[in-house]
T-cell receptor, first 111, second 115 residues
Framework: EDKVVQSPLSLVVHEGDTVTLNCSYE??????LLWYKQEKKAPTFLFML????IEKKSGRLSSILDKKELFSILNITATQTGDSAVYLC???????????FGKGTLLTVNP | GAVVSQHPSRVICKSGTSVKIECRSLDFQATTMFWYRQFPKQSLMLMATSNEGSKATYEQGVEKDKFLINHASLTLSTLTVTSAHPEDSSFYIC???????????FGSGTRLTVV
């Protein structure tokens, strides 16, 4: 059975801190690893990673994939209160490219 | 960028009635549509995967007669919750995969409350 495990499940930090969110996966016919940010409604896309070792960056966020260790991390530097959200990791695989989601990491950034 | 329009955003229905949720891809062809449900403070659970013009593939434990999925065109997929019960109350989200650019785009979700 396909599985995605995220850690930690929740995290509380102060503004300005740097955080690292972890995601490990076991997915048949793995295609890509995706990160999403979910606030009140549907998830918003952050990154899609298909190649190992290549860091993707978007402002203060960055992510990297290790296909040998079946692992990905999402880094957020200089956190802001607006970064407070649930961060979801999902692995795409199978014949239909379906996404299997982890349980998410609830990040709370306090002022 | 790619947009998926999902509606209604919120629906309240009586127990025993059916509810239809629509997802439309507005500027791309959705070769595959995924339907998820999400309970409060939990992650997205895949319910079914549908490819245009063929029957949906349901995940284990999801009743296909209760959650009817139709993907009749490359831009429209519907999920019908039949004979809804209070335990079907949840947040339902669709996600469309663009076969060309291979990205996934989510709809804005539907909050279903069955009373």
């Amino acid at each position: 059975e396909d599985k995605v495990v995220q850690s930690p499940l929740s995290l509380v930090v102060h503004e300005g801190d740097t955080v690292t969110l972890n995601c490990s996966y076991e997915v048949t016919n793995f295609r890509s690893l995706l990160w999403y940010k979910q606030e009140k409604k549907a998830p918003t896309f952050l990154f899609m990673l298909t190649s190992s070792g290549i860091e993707k960056k978007s402002g203060r966020l960055s992510s990297i994939l290790d296909k040998k260790e079946l692992f990905s991390i999402l880094n957020i530097t200089a956190t802001q209160t607006g970064d407070s959200a649930v961060y979801l990791c999902a692995a795409s695989g199978g014949s239909n490219y379906k996404l299997t989601f982890g349980k998410g990491t609830l990040l709370t950034v306090n002022p | 960028g790619a947009v998926v329009s999902q509606h209604p955003s919120r629906v309240i229905c009586k127990s025993g009635t059916s509810v239809k949720i629509e997802c439309r891809s507005l500027d791309f062809q959705a070769t595959t549509m995924f339907w998820y449900r999400q309970f409060p403070k939990q992650s997205l659970m895949l319910m079914a995967t549908s490819n245009e013009g063929s029957k949906a593939t349901y995940e284990q434990g999801v009743e296909k007669d209760k959650f009817l999925i139709n993907h009749a065109s490359l831009t429209l997929s519907t999920l019908t919750v039949t004979s809804a019960h209070p335990e079907d109350s949840s947040f339902y989200i669709c996600s469309a995969r663009d076969g060309v650019y291979r990205g996934y785009t989510f709809g804005s979700g539907t909050r279903l409350t069955v009373v």
